[in-house]
């Protein structure tokens, strides 16, 4: 029986497994293209969102340098920084909230003092 079965056509057989094909690859492509374009925005954001943390950077170090001040990390209200003037390189401050500075690293106010002195941290931009 199998011996009386011709083709007539040459494109009768096989047409619409091309066309599901075809299909299958539209659909894969459009869901690449989608992946594409997502990666493209996500990295684009990242990259706007980096400039604009390092303009921000440069921003705060040329207005400390302007101003000369130096930012320093304020243990009593960690949401209000201290700018303090770069006459001295080392500060501390008591629970009152009085600063003092001074430029020898190995003064220490809680020697010989009835006060608590914690020393400033440098916030960095």
């Known amino acids: 029986m199998a011996s009386q079965i011709s083709a007539?056509?040459?494109?009768?057989?096989?047409?619409?497994?091309?066309?599901?094909?075809?299909?299958k690859n539209s659909r894969e492509f459009g869901f690449a293209a989608q992946r594409y374009r997502?990666?493209?925005q996500r990295l684009w954001?990242?990259?706007?969102?980096e400039r604009h943390a390092a303009q921000d950077r440069q921003n705060t170090q040329f207005r400390e340098n302007l101003g000369a001040v130096q930012t320093y990390t304020?243990?009593?209200n960690r949401n209000v920084?201290?700018?303090?003037?770069?006459?001295?390189?080392h500060y501390w401050i008591d629970r009152q909230g009085q600063v003092r500075g001074t430029d020898d690293p190995t003064v220490?106010?809680?020697?010989?003092?009835?006060?608590e002195w914690t020393r400033l941290q440098r916030q960095q931009p």
């Open 38 to 40: 997502e990666h493209s």
């Open 8 to 23: 007539t056509n040459g494109g009768a057989f096989g047409i619409r497994g091309m066309m599901e094909q075809n299909l």
């Open 45 to 49: 954001q990242e990259t706007t969102a």
């Open 74 to 76: 304020n243990p009593l």
């Open 108 to 115: 220490n106010p809680n020697m010989g003092s009835t006060g």
């Open 81 to 89: 920084p201290l700018q303090l003037t770069t006459q001295y390189s």
